[in-house]
């Protein structure tokens, strides 16, 4: 928490090798050509202060600065690279990221270091391209290239053929994959989502690396299938290929990723079954197929048989399944009836974790994964995962029958949502068996009878409730945080009563509610008067049938006639 400046003596330290003041609270302005005098300074680190950095645009200068090796400018308020670099022939780690450089990167940067740079991070400026770049780049030992949240445009670049950690996301990148990507075999992690990136994905990119880790092309115009070399022995964790236009069916090459934990493969335009097959896979923790164009019945597992054994997070919304819910899978999935390290101490995400040493730095790098579900009505991002978070979105569907009891299985349910299906029958008191539950929504179905009083008991961490436009009469469960609910998690059900809504229910125990509150007063009526009307003209009317009876049978008989339906109508 150090406060003011770096004192200006620190140019007297002639023999300083290592200079750190990271994550402090030093301001003013830092003239860069007092530590660069330091003809043994080797590593210099100013990342997360307030300082502006100023360094003098002389050549003459520079020429005779020292030679650093590590260099850590992060969030330095810097609009420009700075000029010192260009005389930098010994670096081994460059960070430059979360500052305020605009423009292209400078020819002379591909200059800089070429022969000994590791670690370059440019992400989190306004970088728009390489200007006058060749397509591989040029620093022929780096290991680790972040160039994300920039507004780079042109094709994608490839970095050298040692290149461990790769990530360019969230820019403006256009073109086809380069093939050459292909020749990248120590790739570990490999992030280009967000980009405007379009043709197919190579064949290539399956199997071209035993190393890699993460395949995240999330965002992107890719089209065509899905390729289907996916190699065995493959390390592959994570596969997000999800918001492109990918066709046709799922490769079952995939079944040869034993390692896979996370596999999204949403809004594209797959048009295949439920691939059953998956559930082989002994370390899938989280599957998205949401908005494709997957078709028909989920049929049960064989009995015996152990599916999906680490599933936590399901999400098959918008989708074209049918037929009824597949209450075998919820007998089956292991993961989401009880979760191993649930009361961990510290929290634990689905990460990978790059540990590189540079020198005397060990330089630790987490990639953090990441989705996109809909939770409490909206759809979210998580920027990261934790291991506890146990979901199941089957929304936009056309699933028919009921809900079945085995729901009650899945004690670890955070996030449960059924809505826009043909769901009959009543809400199953088994759901009140999700004491973890925190969101439901069974809304746009055609559920009837009363809601269980159970679940206004037992769900305790409810902080969302969707239960509109179903058949659901009686009793809204009073005395409980369902009370607290807005009134449109209830519309569109007019035989619910009670609050939040306005209408108030009866005492008697079907929970029906009350007849108008409109006073027949209103109306010019009585009650009594109606029903006295009503016997009078009961005796009346008695009275002149009898005597039509007596002294006109005939008529009588063919008037009558016509008001009684035929024998086979009555049928």
Same mark, same amino acid.
């Given at each position: 928490?150090?406060?003011?400046?770096?004192?200006?003596? =620190?140019?007297?330290?002639?023999?300083?090798?290592?200079?750190?003041?990271?994550?402090?609270?030093?301001?003013?302005?830092? %003239?860069?050509?007092?530590?660069?005098?330091?003809?043994?300074?080797?590593?210099?680190?100013?990342?997360?202060?307030?300082?502006? &950095?100023?360094?003098?645009?002389?050549?003459?200068? #520079?020429?005779?600065?020292?030679?650093?090796?590590?260099?850590?400018?992060?969030?330095?308020?810097?609009?420009?690279?700075?000029?010192?670099?260009?005389?930098?022939?010994?670096?081994?780690?460059?960070?430059?990221?979360? +500052?305020?450089?605009?423009?292209?990167?400078?020819?002379?940067?591909?200059?800089?270091?070429?022969?000994?740079?590791?670690?370059?991070?440019?992400?989190?400026?306004?970088?728009?391209?390489?200007?006058?770049?060749?397509?591989?780049?040029?620093?022929?030992?780096?290991?680790?290239?972040?160039?994300?949240?920039?507004?780079?445009? @042109?094709?994608?670049?490839?970095?050298?053929?040692? #290149?461990?950690?790769?990530?360019?996301? +969230?820019?403006?990148?256009?073109? %086809?994959?380069?093939?050459?990507?292909?020749?990248?075999?120590?790739?570990?992690? &490999?992030?280009?989502?967000?980009?405007?990136?379009?043709?197919?994905?190579?064949?290539?990119?399956?199997?071209?690396?035993?190393?890699?880790?993460?395949?995240?092309?999330?965002?992107?115009?890719?089209?065509?299938?899905?390729?289907?070399?996916?190699?065995?022995?493959?390390?592959?964790?994570?596969?997000?290929?999800?918001?492109?236009?990918?066709?046709?069916?799922?490769?079952?090459?995939?079944?040869?990723?034993?390692?896979?934990?996370?596999?999204?493969?949403?809004?594209?335009?797959?048009?295949?079954?439920?691939?059953?097959?998956?559930?082989?896979?002994?370390?899938? +923790?989280?599957?998205?197929?949401?908005?494709?164009?997957?078709?028909?019945?989920?049929?049960?597992?064989?009995?015996?048989?152990?599916?999906?054994? $680490?599933?936590?997070?399901?999400?098959?919304?918008?989708?074209?399944? +049918?037929? #009824?819910?597949?209450?075998?899978?919820?007998?089956?999935?292991?993961?989401?009836?009880?979760?191993?390290?649930?009361?961990?101490?510290?929290?634990?995400?689905?990460?990978?974790?790059?540990?590189?040493?540079?020198?005397?730095?060990?330089?630790?790098?987490?990639?953090?994964?990441?989705?996109?579900?809909?939770? /409490?009505?909206?759809?979210?991002?998580?920027?990261?995962?934790?291991? #506890?978070?146990?979901?199941?979105?089957?929304? @936009?569907?056309?699933?028919?029958?009921?809900?079945?009891?085995?729901?009650?299985?899945?004690?670890?349910?955070?996030?449960?949502?059924?809505?826009?299906?043909?769901?009959?029958?009543?809400?199953?008191?088994?759901?009140?068996?999700?004491?973890?539950?925190?969101?439901?929504?069974?809304?746009?179905?055609?559920?009837?009878?009363?809601?269980?009083?159970?679940?206004?008991?037992?769900?305790?961490?409810?902080?969302?409730?969707?239960?509109?436009?179903?058949?659901?009469?009686?009793?809204?469960?009073?005395?409980?945080?369902?009370?607290?609910?807005?009134?449109?998690?209830?519309?569109?059900?007019?035989?619910?009563?009670? $609050?939040?809504?306005?209408?108030?229910?009866?005492?008697?125990?079907?929970?029906?509610?009350?007849?108008?509150?409109?006073?027949?007063?209103?109306?010019?009526?009585?009650? /009594? %008067?109606?029903?006295?009307?009503?016997?009078?003209?009961?005796?009346?009317?008695?009275?002149?049938?009898?005597?039509? =009876?007596?002294? /006109?049978?005939?008529? !009588?008989?063919?008037? !009558?006639?016509? &008001?009684?339906?035929?024998?086979?109508?009555?049928?």
């Amino acid at each position: 928490m150090l406060q003011g400046s770096v004192p200006s003596s =620190i140019s007297r330290l002639e023999k300083l090798n290592f200079f750190d003041c990271d994550d402090n609270r030093l301001g003013g302005l830092l %003239e860069m050509d007092a530590f660069l005098e330091l003809k043994d300074l080797q590593y210099l680190f100013m990342s997360l202060n307030d300082f502006n &950095l100023v360094s003098r645009n002389d050549n003459n200068a #520079t020429r005779h600065q020292a030679q650093l090796v590590d260099i850590g400018l992060r969030y330095c308020h810097l609009r420009e690279f700075p000029y010192f670099l260009r005389h930098q022939h010994r670096l081994q780690l460059l960070d430059l990221s979360s +500052n305020n450089i605009p423009g292209q990167i400078p020819q002379w940067m591909s200059k800089v270091s070429v022969e000994t740079l590791l670690f370059l991070d440019l992400s989190n400026n306004s970088l728009t391209g390489f200007d006058e770049f060749p397509l591989v780049l040029p620093w022929s030992k780096l290991n680790y290239l972040k160039l994300d949240s920039n507004i780079l445009r @042109g094709s994608l670049p490839v970095p050298a053929l040692s #290149t461990v950690f790769y990530s360019i996301s +969230n820019n403006y990148l256009n073109g %086809e994959i380069p093939e050459l990507l292909c020749n990248l075999s120590s790739l570990s992690i &490999l992030d280009f989502s967000y980009n405007n990136i379009s043709g197919g994905i190579p064949v290539c990119l399956s199997n071209f690396s035993k190393s890699l880790l993460v395949l995240k092309v999330r965002s992107n115009q890719l089209d065509g299938p899905i390729p289907s070399g996916w190699a065995t022995g493959n390390r592959l964790k994570m596969i997000d290929l999800s918001k492109n236009k990918l066709q046709e069916k799922i490769p079952k090459s995939l079944m040869e990723c034993k390692m896979l934990e996370y596999l999204d493969l949403g809004n594209n335009q797959i048009r295949d079954a439920f691939p059953s097959w998956l559930g082989s896979l002994p370390e899938l +923790n989280i599957l998205i197929l949401s908005s494709n164009a997957f078709y028909g019945r989920i049929k049960n597992p064989k009995l015996n048989l152990i599916v999906f054994p $680490k599933l936590r997070i399901i999400d098959l919304s918008h989708n074209r399944f +049918n037929g #009824t819910l597949p209450w075998g899978y919820f007998e089956r999935w292991i993961s989401m009836s009880s979760l191993d390290g649930k009361n961990s101490p510290t929290p634990k995400y689905m990460r990978e974790s790059l540990d590189m040493r540079l020198n005397v730095m060990q330089v630790p790098r987490d990639y953090d994964y990441s989705m996109t579900i809909t939770n /409490k009505g909206m759809e979210m991002k998580y920027p990261k995962i934790i291991r #506890t978070l146990v979901a199941i979105d089957f929304s @936009g569907n056309r699933f028919d029958g009921e809900i079945p009891e085995s729901i009650g299985k899945l004690k670890e349910l955070h996030m449960l949502n059924f809505s826009n299906n043909n769901l009959v029958g009543g809400i199953p008191v088994a759901i009140a068996k999700l004491i973890n539950l925190e969101s439901l929504d069974l809304s746009h179905n055609k559920l009837e009878g009363r809601i269980p009083m159970e679940l206004g008991t037992q769900l305790t961490f409810l902080a969302f409730l969707n239960v509109s436009y179903n058949r659901l009469t009686g009793f809204i469960p009073r005395d409980t945080q369902f009370e607290s609910f807005q009134s449109n998690s209830f519309d569109g059900n007019p035989g619910l009563c009670g $609050k939040p809504l306005l209408k108030e229910c009866s005492n008697n125990a079907s929970g029906l509610p009350l007849p108008s509150s409109t006073s027949s007063k209103e109306f010019g009526l009585d009650w /009594k %008067e109606v029903l006295l009307g009503y016997g009078c003209g009961f005796l009346y009317g008695a009275v002149i049938g009898h005597i039509v =009876i007596k002294r /006109k049978p005939d008529w !009588f008989a063919k008037t !009558f006639s016509k &008001l009684i339906p035929t024998r086979r109508r009555m049928r």
